[in-house]
């Protein structure tokens, strides 16, 4: 008999006992529903991951940082001294706790390390004021050292990095520094006023100004957003270069490590974590991205689990189905049908009730991702968010995979069926 001949006829034999099939197909579903609705908050919570992780951070950057021990004589608390020497330990322990000079010239010698970029220190700024308004005001300033992602209000910047004499403001300061929108204030000037590191004089000693390029603003798909004043790296150090005490040694909290190509940062990472220690936006993604796959994994568990149960189901529906027809199934192997045959039927009738359930429960979980404007508009996300993605291979393996299961749930009853003596069973009634 043709194998399209036997998949057909296992089709009819189902639509005989359509009660049975549909209370099998749907307990299926449930299963499938609950695994395909994890698969789809799983590629959207992935999704929406990246797009978090990459506004985080310079995905070919790391941030490299001193290495502390916590143990030996040198973790001990140093005893303060009036001597001449004081200025000679303040100078070690810059060099202990803090990037100093030498370890930026070392971290350039690293393969694959294009430019090393030290955390210059703002806290010689003593204030900014705008050219639309005569107040002071004490903001927070930072210095954009790399192409982390930004999301703006006006403005723009060429790889989101201000050019030496741009500066970006945020949003939240428009209003305050006397500028009627975000639009108004591009091209206006901002004056940074500049103490010098070995005046005792309140007032600041130096001021700069720098065109405002950009405003910025907060996103929910960037992590760490902290409204600041921005300058470029070439002001930066020259601000440090004028409030930095000439009698200390350069030091910074931490350097950024450009590398040259985004598969070579795991090997600067790893060579760095010899001396230093290395990070990277990396770091952050695998950490996310293990806590939305265990969140997966644990509605898929729960998916697992009601299939578990549907399997009994299958093989309940099967038996029973054998059970009915067992005089149907003699007549047929009186009239020359091979057991192989009639085995191959029930496992296509379990087949075809792990399609449907499939496909019951692949639908009502695709239907969900309807509910993606809802959900972001819940949980104040932007819109167009989508935290429910189809992925369509997902779907279909999971199909399939459905299907399999029924066909070995169907097995031992496709055998019972095979094994029958044709005349024995034309004796059932």
């Not at 192409?147 to 209000?153: L, P, Q, S, V």
């Not at 201000?162 to 004056?191: C, H, L, N, R, W």
């Amino acid at each position: 008999m043709r194998r399209i001949d036997i998949i057909k006829r296992a089709g009819r034999n189902l639509g005989q006992s359509k009660g049975r099939t549909i209370l099998t197909a749907l307990a299926i579903s449930v299963g499938a529903f609950t695994i395909g609705l994890a698969l789809m908050a799983g590629e959207g919570g992935r999704l929406y991951t990246n797009s978090m992780v990459d506004a985080a951070g310079d995905k070919k950057s790391v941030s490299v940082y001193k290495k502390v021990t916590s143990s030996g004589p040198d973790s001990n608390l140093p005893e303060y001294s009036d001597s001449e020497d004081t200025e000679k330990d303040q100078s070690k322990a810059i060099e202990k706790y803090s990037m100093t000079d030498n370890d930026v010239k070392k971290i350039q010698k690293v393969p694959h390390v294009e430019k090393v970029t030290p955390a210059y220190s703002m806290y010689g700024v003593l204030y900014a004021k705008s050219s639309a308004s005569d107040k002071k005001f004490v903001p927070s300033v930072t210095v954009k050292f790399d192409k982390t992602r930004m999301e703006f209000a006006a403005g723009n910047l060429d790889n989101f990095m201000p050019k030496k004499g741009e500066v970006v403001i945020p949003e939240s300061y428009v209003k305050e520094m006397g500028f009627s929108d975000a639009k108004s204030a591009i091209g206006q000037t901002i004056t940074l006023g500049l103490k010098k590191g070995d005046s005792s004089s309140k007032n600041a000693d130096k001021e700069i100004s720098l065109k405002v390029a950009a405003v910025d603003k907060p996103s929910d798909t960037i992590l760490f957003y902290q409204p600041a004043v921005r300058v470029s790296v070439d002001d930066a150090k020259e601000i440090y270069a004028f409030s930095h005490a000439k009698n200390l040694p350069n030091d910074y909290s931490y350097v950024i490590a450009s590398v040259d190509d985004e598969k070579n940062v795991e090997a600067v990472k790893s060579e760095l974590g010899k001396d230093y220690m290395a990070s990277s936006v990396q770091d952050v993604r695998k950490a996310m991205l293990t806590f939305v796959n265990m969140a997966q994994m644990a509605l898929i568990g729960f998916g697992g689990l009601a299939l578990l149960a549907s399997v009994f189901g299958i093989v309940n529906t099967m038996y029973i189905s054998v059970l009915e027809r067992t005089s149907q199934i003699g007549l047929m192997k009186a009239l020359g049908m091979r057991g192989r045959d009639i085995g191959k039927m029930f496992r296509y009738e379990a087949a075809w009730v792990g399609l449907l359930g499939g496909l019951i429960g692949v639908g009502l979980a695709s239907l969900m991702s309807l509910l993606n404007p809802m959900i972001a508009s819940f949980l104040k996300l932007e819109q167009g968010t989508n935290l429910l993605v189809i992925n369509p291979l997902q779907m279909g393996l999971l199909i399939i995979g459905l299907m399999i299961m029924a066909v070995l749930s169907g097995w031992l009853p496709s055998r019972k069926a095979t094994k029958l003596d044709p005349i024995e069973a034309l004796r059932t009634e």
